[in-house]
């Protein structure tokens, strides 16, 4: 099959996340509200580095060198909870895992929590000390996309992650608005 790039269908596909009503697994979908609360998400999570360079340069005249060390602390600790996170709770919980919904909700809320400390730290321990919360913002993003694929048939996933893809850009350029 040829492969095509039309505007218009991302478009569609983006509409077809928002109005998935009825799963025949499950008897609804979560998919509107995974797919809202994602594009939230990414939008924030864009504009994210721009907006703490610019907030720790000037609250705590942080030099590039600084700013860089922190941010790649970040990173690495958000690398972590992605891959190591989940199978360190299950052990910790007797090999019972966490619901993917739940991952997705703590992720939320420990990035939620993160953002309004980050905001409020009155020192450098403070923004250091509170990297503890992205242990549990690593899984969002996969398990977000297999709540997605779950959410419908084997048929429309195709539809549901170009939707996705779109959400995703559209949020890298709604992004921009943090950084004015």
């Given at each position: 099959?040829?492969?095509?790039?039309?505007?218009?269908?991302?478009?569609r596909?983006?509409?077809?996340?928002?109005?998935?009503k009825?799963?025949?697994?499950?008897?609804?979908?979560?998919?509107?509200?995974?797919s809202?609360?994602?594009?939230?998400?990414?939008?924030i999570?864009?504009?994210?580095?721009?907006?703490?360079?610019?907030?720790?340069k000037?609250?705590?005249?942080?030099?590039?060198?600084l700013?860089?060390?922190?941010?790649?602390?970040?990173?690495?600790?958000?690398?972590?909870?992605?891959?190591?996170?989940?199978?360190?709770?299950?052990?910790?919980?007797?090999?019972?895992?966490?619901?993917?919904?739940?991952?997705?909700?703590?992720?939320?809320?420990?990035?939620?929590?993160?953002?309004?400390?980050?905001?409020?730290?009155?020192?450098?321990?403070?923004?250091?000390?509170?990297?503890?919360l992205?242990?549990?913002?690593?899984?969002?993003?996969?398990?977000?996309?297999?709540?997605?694929?779950?959410?419908?048939?084997?048929?429309?996933?195709?539809?549901?992650?170009?939707?996705?893809?779109?959400?995703?850009?559209?949020?890298?350029?709604?992004?921009?608005?943090?950084?004015?």
């Open positions: 099959k040829e492969l095509t790039f039309s505007v218009i269908d991302t478009f596909n983006i509409a077809f996340l928002f109005k998935h009825v799963n025949d697994i499950t008897g609804s979908s979560p998919l509107p509200y995974v809202a609360a994602f594009f939230l998400f990414f939008s999570y864009w504009g994210d580095a721009n907006v703490a360079v610019f907030y720790i000037h609250k705590f005249s942080w030099d590039s060198d700013i860089g060390y922190f941010q790649s602390t970040v990173g690495t600790v958000y690398v972590f909870s992605m891959v190591f996170a989940p199978s360190i709770a299950t052990k910790l919980r007797g090999g019972i895992p966490f619901r993917l919904m739940t991952w997705i909700q703590v992720g939320y809320a420990s990035r939620i929590a993160y953002y309004t400390i980050f905001g409020l730290a009155p020192n450098i321990w403070w923004l250091y000390g509170n990297i503890f992205v242990l549990f913002a690593g899984p969002i993003v996969p398990y977000t996309r297999t709540v997605l694929s779950n959410c419908v048939e084997h048929s429309d996933q195709a539809r549901v992650f170009s939707g996705f893809a779109g959400l995703e850009t559209i949020a890298s350029f709604i992004s921009v608005v943090f950084v004015i």
